[in-house]
């Protein structure tokens, strides 16, 4: 299983970015996808996740109505929009799938395949 993310970098506050992840070697549209991010000295948190078909998203209270998580099962490609960014959300992103094509589940354990994690870094 390979996921491979892209569309980080350095970008003011208040600013925009889309990141993309490239899923392959699994059955994409069986997986729950979701977004998580690391910054310097914390754990790696919970961003969003979306249920197999798209209909079902969830979002830490952090990033409620900035960001938003969508996927195209026809390209294995989940996407994080991110609007109105600040310095807090600098971070590395990684996304990661959940075979178990349940809920959306924010335990960070639960995911099975980890990408290798692109850095966003906003300024002040």
């Known amino acids: 299983v390979q996921l491979q993310a892209s569309g980080g970098g350095l970008v003011q506050a208040g600013g925009s970015l889309r990141l993309s992840c490239v899923a392959s070697?699994?059955?994409?549209?069986?997986?729950?996808m979701g977004w998580f991010r690391q910054a310097p000295g914390k754990e790696r948190e919970f961003v969003a996740g979306?249920?197999?078909?798209?209909?079902?998203?969830r979002y830490a209270d952090s990033v409620k109505g900035r960001f938003t998580i969508s996927r195209d099962n026809a390209k294995n490609t989940v996407f994080l929009q991110m609007n109105s960014l600040k310095p807090e959300d600098t971070a590395v992103y990684y996304c990661?799938?959940?075979?178990?094509?349940?809920?959306?589940?924010?335990?960070?354990?639960?995911?099975?395949?980890w990408g290798q994690g692109t850095q966003v870094t906003v300024s002040s």
């Open positions: 990661a799938a959940d075979r178990r094509a349940a809920i959306v589940s924010a335990v960070l354990p639960e995911y099975n395949s």
């Open positions: 070697g699994l059955t994409f549209s069986r997986n729950v």
């Open positions: 979306i249920t197999v078909r798209g209909g079902g998203t």
